[in-house]
């Protein structure tokens, strides 16, 4: 079982990408319909992890998700030359990983950009992104691969932007599954 997870503000095409890569048995996790609060900076779940967090929210959906699943897929735009603040929000909330490493040793995130600008203009801020995933991951020990960096505009342009759209798909289901 995987764990996609839709860093976007919206359902458009982080979500329609996801929803085309998982699998029945999969879970979904979209951030635009979840309340996810701030991370207090309490320290509170570096002393101990009953239900990970202080704060009670869906946050604690997804530390649950996190840790039953293997493998975690996460899309998200690009908003100003990074990931999305929602994005941020959620990761600045994996505080409780970076004091309990074991919980995410092992386990590989992959990683999906969706910019509005070419793929190869935006090949740089997705490099940056790249790197600050696999900073994370050099501490909380798991490992992180670099899917694929999408250009597109709006949800129904991205199958007229990549008219091998469900090849690119399939590359990327066979790229998770291995």
């Known amino acids: 079982m995987n764990l996609y997870i839709n860093g976007s503000n919206r359902r458009q095409n982080c979500y329609k990408v996801l929803s085309d890569l998982k699998e ?8 635009s319909d979840k309340k996810i609060n701030y ?3 309490c320290g509170a779940c570096e002393n ?5 967090c202080v704060l009670k929210d869906d946050m604690q959906e997804l530390y649950f998700n996190m840790v039953q699943t293997d493998k975690i897929i996460i899309a998200t735009p690009i908003y100003m030359n990074h990931i ?3 994005l941020k929000n959620v990761i600045d909330r994996w505080n409780p990983y970076s004091s309990h490493n074991e919980l995410l040793e092992g ?5 999906i950009t969706i910019g509005q600008i070419g793929e190869k203009e935006n090949k740089e801020v997705a490099n940056r992104i790249q790197k600050y995933f696999e900073d994370i991951g050099k501490f909380m020990k798991f490992k992180v691969v670099f899917l694929k960096n999408f250009s597109s505009g709006e949800l129904d342009k991205v199958e007229e932007e990549y008219t091998n759209y469900e090849e690119i798909i399939h590359k990327l289901k066979e790229e998770i599954q291995n």
Do not use: R
């Open 107 to 111: 386990k590989t995130i992959y990683v």
């Open 84 to 86: 999305t603040g929602i």
């Open 48 to 52: 101990s992890l009953e239900n990970f």
């Open 39 to 41: 991370c207090l900076g």
């Open 24 to 31: 029945e048995k999969d879970i979904l996790f979209s951030l």
